[in-house]
């Protein structure tokens, strides 16, 4: 018997049964989007707007603390929690979630209840294929995208698949900061595929460009390119929060950015 199919005989399944039926999601101890607290805010303090190097929170004085707070320009670098006096932004372990609104990134005092979606067809909820394009990515992205089809994550068991042809895909992927470069490449893409389509802004940078926004190579992600049909910031989006994206596209799951950012 060849060595590796002894291994694999002995070690028996390394699939996980997330999120089908419980099961170990692989995100343990991981960092995610800070959470934010106004109540505790400072009068007058800019300690984490000055340091956010996307632009992701911004002083406001009519606002809740006197600022606001972008989840779709949030880099997840932790440097706002570490510069806050007042605790007001602390670390966290909550994902990025998909959204199909780009304005429920956007944080605000209220939480909004997990919502169904039920725009896709049914055709698709159980068979998705996707199309990637890199429009400009660090590969950041990239190396979640590839564990997607790892043992753990096994990403086929969900019946959902990457296809290299445009012309066979229901889902364009995009990551990177949608560079000028990108551009027609990318509408070429688009135009390629099939009817009906879906398009989903993968990272903070397909989302809203990110550090690099408004630089000379690129614009704002994929604001005003295509229409997106589903928001993922984070930089990157973990294995585990790209596979609830693809099943709120899919209607398999709700939203839960709304309720999960908060830590509710």
């Not at 390394?14 to 099961?23: D, E, H, L, V």
């Not at 949030?74 to 570490?82: A, G, P, R, S």
């Not at 398009?199 to 809203?208: E, L, N, R």
């Not at 994929?222 to 994206?245: M, R």
Request: proline fraction near 8%; glycine fraction near 12%; charged fraction near 15%.
């Amino acid at each position: 018997m060849a060595f590796w199919t002894w291994f694999g005989l002995s070690e028996g399944k390394a699939t996980t049964a997330w999120p089908g039926r419980g099961g170990d999601d692989g995100q343990q101890g991981v960092l995610g989007m800070p959470r934010y607290a106004p109540e505790r805010c400072e009068a007058g303090c800019s300690e984490c707007a000055a340091v956010c190097p996307s632009g992701a929170i911004a002083v406001a004085p009519g606002a809740p603390g006197g600022m606001t707070l972008d989840y779709g320009s949030c880099v997840v670098c932790q440097l706002c929690t570490e510069a806050c006096p007042s605790g007001a932004l602390s670390p966290s372990q909550d994902w990025a979630f998909g959204v199909r609104r780009r304005e429920d990134l956007l944080w605000s005092p209220t939480a909004q209840p997990a919502r169904k979606n039920d725009a896709v067809p049914r055709a698709f909820r159980r068979s998705l294929h996707i199309r990637h394009v890199d429009a400009g990515s660090c590969n950041g992205c990239e190396s979640e995208l590839q564990a997607l089809n790892n043992p753990f994550y096994n990403l086929h068991r969900l019946g959902i698949f990457f296809t290299a042809s445009p012309r066979f895909a229901d889902l364009l992927l995009v990551t990177g900061t949608v560079t000028h470069a990108m551009l027609a490449p990318l509408r070429a893409t688009w135009e390629a595929m099939p009817e009906p389509r879906f398009v989903m802004a993968a990272g903070t940078c397909a989302v809203s460009g990110g550090i690099a926004r408004g630089g000379y190579a690129c614009g704002s992600g994929l604001e005003g390119v295509l229409p997106v049909d589903l928001y993922l910031p984070g930089c990157p989006p973990n294995p585990s929060a790209i596979i609830t994206a693809l099943l709120v596209l899919q209607g398999r799951m709700p939203e839960r950015m709304a309720r999960d950012r908060r830590g509710e």
